[in-house]
């Protein structure tokens, strides 16, 4: 998720506890390189430049700005950030530095998304919607000999070409693609691996069907979330067509289909879509009402998309594309494997830290991504599904506008991994109702104990079996015996697979 400047506070009122998006905060001390990412860009609207080219210049009208000169460019926009919308456009008015500093549309996106208007038409920036300036009347002065990172880094990440990062895949960092798979290759070999599936989803009723235009044409008045903000179908997609935000704002809601009424595989056979069959079976449906939320309907333009997160609960995913194309940034996780390059994880495991937007870390991190250990990458396409391995981190970008669905669910070899989540990071645990939140993990051996008893014991047995071997590494750790330290080092924790992410019990 890309939360940019939008309020928490808002987005955890609307949701009961945040669900398939991810819990991230922004790094804010990344140092970004320019020569690295220097690439043919339309000019900046205002004329501004990056920060590097006030060396050479004879003036730098920052310092016309009074006592603003003196704040670093970021103390700045920080400052501008707690202005109301009046205060913006009076000091915007007073000089060009100013003006171009006012015009972040950051800005003006978190005024929005704090205090939306109640009726309001896209007007192509953050800054005319919340100000209902037609397109016409918008003015734009230019402001030369202004050189700043903070104003031209934004404009650059939402305009600089993305698709030399999504080309030109290592074939070992390539994503293997089936036509389908059985549920037995699926449960044997492939649990803990991304792959993607080329055939299931064509035959779906909604493949086909169900486009952004579709939705426009069906569902114009009923509002989908996208972050923090509730639109209307036909406000979101004046809004895919006329933005162009670093982080474009993106659908992501999990009630889509009680909202258009379409059958799904949960409630009945003659589904407008169902999970493939590949996937075998999934032991949250037998929480019946109290599973956590579990499918969501994704819709966003092309440069939306998700930063890097692993899904809740230590849950697995399918994501299907129906329109459009995705590039997926996948990595294993795991006590001994360090995350994601540019990605700090808390000690917790609670807070994931990523530069604020997908284009930045594409920028950054890319190279170093692409060859680091355990990179898997690949497209999906129209009609194609990806699986997401419980506990892999991924980073998603559409390459098209793109409509998906994603559902996520529990596959009997991944089990014990969603126990020991459960069990042992209940304050991470999310997307169940708080009544049953707190007792997440004893409701799913209640369960588990009464339908399957043999999968139950099967998953407790691995986790004793996971706290074993710990407590065994520890104990070789501290006696220091060389005998034992080599037994230990060639131990596995895997459960049916060697990307496990087994917690301390
Ligand atoms: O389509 C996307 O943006 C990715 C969604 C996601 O993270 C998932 O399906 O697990
Ligand atoms: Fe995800």
Not at 203 to 228: I, M, N, S
């Amino acid at each position: 998720m890309a939360p940019g400047l939008l309020d928490p506070e808002t987005v955890d009122i609307a949701e009961t506890r945040p669900s398939k998006k991810p819990r991230t905060s922004v790094a804010k001390d990344f140092q970004h390189d320019d020569d690295d990412v220097a690439t043919a860009l339309p000019s900046h609207p205002l004329g501004v430049k990056p920060a590097g080219n006030a060396y050479t210049a004879s003036e730098n009208i920052k310092s016309r700005c009074g006592s603003f000169a003196s704040l670093p460019d970021e103390l700045l926009s920080h400052v501008l950030e707690s202005f109301d919308a009046d205060t913006l456009i009076r000091l915007g008015s007073t000089c060009r530095a100013l003006y171009a500093f006012t015009r972040l549309d950051e800005l003006w996106r978190a005024l929005f998304v704090s205090s939306p208007p109640t009726d309001f038409t896209w007007r192509g920036t953050w800054r005319s919607t919340y100000l209902n300036i037609p397109t016409s009347h918008t003015t734009s002065i230019r402001c030369p000999n202004l050189f700043s990172d903070i104003l031209y880094r934004p404009f650059q990440c939402a305009h600089t070409p993305l698709s030399p990062f999504v080309s030109n895949i290592p074939p070992s960092n390539a994503i293997p693609r089936f036509s389908n798979l059985t549920p037995e290759d699926y449960a044997s070999n492939w649990t803990d691996k991304p792959f993607i599936l080329t055939e299931p989803v064509k035959q779906w009723p909604v493949y086909g069907t169900w486009t952004p235009e579709y939705l426009l044409d069906r569902f114009p008045d009923v509002k989908f979330r996208a972050e923090a903000v509730d639109w209307p179908t036909s406000t979101y997609i004046s809004y895919m067509h006329a933005q162009s935000d670093e982080s474009p704002l993106y659908v992501f809601d999990r009630l889509f289909a009680e909202k258009t009424h379409i059958a799904s595989s949960l409630s009945t056979p003659s589904a407008a879509y169902s999970s493939p069959a590949a996937f075998g079976p999934d032991l949250f449906s037998l929480l019946g009402p109290h599973r956590p939320d579990s499918r969501w309907l994704i819709m966003g333009p092309a440069r939306s998309g998700s930063t890097f997160h692993k899904d809740p609960n230590a849950t697995s995913a399918w994501n299907a594309v129906l329109t459009g194309s995705k590039y997926w940034l996948m990595f294993p996780s795991g006590h001994d494997t360090p995350p994601p390059p540019g990605v700090l994880v808390s000690d917790d495991q609670s807070e994931i830290t990523s530069p604020l937007s997908i284009a930045e870390y594409l920028l950054t991190f890319h190279p170093l991504a692409r060859n680091t250990k355990g990179c898997k990458e690949g497209i999906c396409h129209a009609g194609e599904i990806l699986h997401v391995p419980g506990g892999w981190f991924h980073l998603v970008l559409n390459l098209a506008d793109s409509l998906a669905l994603t559902q996520n669910f529990v596959p009997r070899k991944k089990l014990p991994d969603v126990l020991a989540f459960l069990r042992d990071q209940r304050s991470e645990v999310t997307g169940f109702n708080q009544d049953v939140c707190e007792r997440a993990y004893e409701l799913f051996v209640e369960r588990l104990g009464q339908e399957c008893p043999e999968i139950l014991a099967e998953g407790l047995v691995e986790l004793e079996r996971r706290a074993k071997g710990r407590r065994g590494k520890w104990d070789a750790l501290i006696k220091g015996d060389g005998e034992e330290k080599e037994q230990v080092g060639g131990f596995s924790f895997g459960f049916g697979g060697d990307d496990d992410d087994a917690d301390i019990p």
